[in-house]
Antibody
């Protein structure tokens, strides 16, 4: 049974860097068929896909955050990570990690519980 | 591609029929998914490729549409169905979601 667990600091100061890690269990992060993604949800707002990574390190970033975002993967630890620089209040959100299905149906079929990150001084 | 859901919220009684619309700013063929999200929880995949039910999803949920207009229908609303529903297009990068539709108890 696949489980994804996101973790990281709940409070980040403006202009600093937000770092989160998602640990994957119950499935291989090195699967040929799946990618691994990050999606965020600002308070009382909709979902925004921010980036995805394949086990070989290939990345896909949303242009809205591309200049500030780095996603990396450590297959030996079965985890992938997000690093968002120069954060502002607009980056305050619940951040979800999710399994991103490959092939024709590029949707998110399994999600972690989410972690709230607040950007505030 | 911008995704617009309507309505933003609706109130329905248990047993009632619910229809939610999702419109894309350009054709996405049938590359659309629907998710259900309960308060404080992660979204759950319900439907993919516009009308295919994900495994384990009750048959009272159905999806239809193609091109730019899609609908999610719940034929007989159950207490467990009160939640927010999101659509997502995966026709083109970057993948985008609608703003969500909240289904509340009447």
């Amino acid at each position: 049974h696949l489980q994804l667990q996101a973790s990281g600091p709940g409070l980040v100061k403006p202009s600093e860097t937000l770092s989160l890690t998602c640990i994957v269990s119950g499935d291989s992060i090195s699967s040929n068929y799946y990618y691994w993604g990050w999606i965020r949800q600002p308070p009382e707002k909709g979902l925004e896909w921010i980036g995805t990574i394949y086990y070989d390190g290939t990345t896909y970033y949303n242009p809205s955050v591309k200049s500030r975002l780095t996603i990396s993967v450590d297959a030996s630890k079965s985890q992938f990570s997000l690093r968002l620089t120069s954060v502002t209040a607009a980056d305050t959100a619940v951040y979800f990690c999710a399994r991103h299905r490959g092939g024709y149906n590029e949707l998110f079929d399994s999600w972690g519980q989410g972690t709230l990150v607040t950007v505030s001084s | 591609i911008q995704m617009t859901q309507s309505p933003s919220a609706l109130s329905t009684s248990v047993g009632g029929r619910v229809t939610i619309t999702c419109r894309a700013s350009q054709s996405i063929h049938r590359w659309l998914a629907w998710y259900q999200q309960k308060p404080g929880r992660a979204p759950k995949l319900l439907i993919y490729e516009a009308s295919n039910l994900e495994g384990g999803v009750p048959s009272r949920f159905s999806g239809s549409g193609s091109g730019t207009e899609f609908t999610l229908t719940i034929s007989s609303l159950q207490p467990d169905d009160f939640a927010t529903y999101h659509c997502q297009q995966y026709n083109a990068y970057p993948w985008t979601f609608g703003q969500g539709t909240k289904v509340e108890v009447k």
